[in-house]
């Protein structure tokens, strides 16, 4: 299982941003898939999932109606398109997968498999 993160960079506040994530060595779309990101000093948190039982997605409230999670199945990557960007979401944002079933959990420490990372910085 392999995942290559890709799509960071500068961005201005209120721009956007598309982070892909191309999988290898499994199909993507029979495990549960997600967006995780790390500020400098925090945790690493769950920004958006999806589970591998149904497609339903999860989003951090704090991301709700500003990200939106998608797959490719014909590519077998992963995207996160991010809009309205804000300083606050200035961190490195990994993607991760897991032969999790049920419900798009949404907790880093449930996911075995995870990309390099990719920063993404929103500054004026």
């Known amino acids: 299982v392999q995942l290559q993160a890709s799509g960071g960079g500068l961005v201005q506040p209120g721009g956007s941003l598309r982070l892909s994530c191309a999988a290898s060595?499994?199909?993507?779309?029979?495990?549960?898939i997600g967006w995780f990101r790390q500020a400098p000093g925090k945790e690493r948190e769950g920004v958006s999932c999806?589970?591998?039982?149904?497609?339903?997605?999860y989003y951090a409230d704090s991301v709700k109606d500003r990200f939106t999670i998608s797959r490719d199945n014909a590519k077998n990557t992963l995207y996160l398109q991010m809009n309205s960007l804000k300083p606050e979401d200035t961190a490195v944002y990994y993607c991760?997968?897991?032969?999790?079933?049920?419900?798009?959990?949404?907790?880093?420490?449930?996911?075995?498999?995870w990309g390099q990372g990719t920063l993404v910085t929103v500054s004026s």
């Open positions: 991760a997968a897991d032969a999790l079933v049920g419900a798009p959990l949404c907790y880093a420490n449930l996911y075995d498999h």
């Open positions: 060595g499994f199909t993507l779309d029979e495990y549960a």
């Open positions: 999806i589970s591998s039982s149904d497609g339903s997605t």
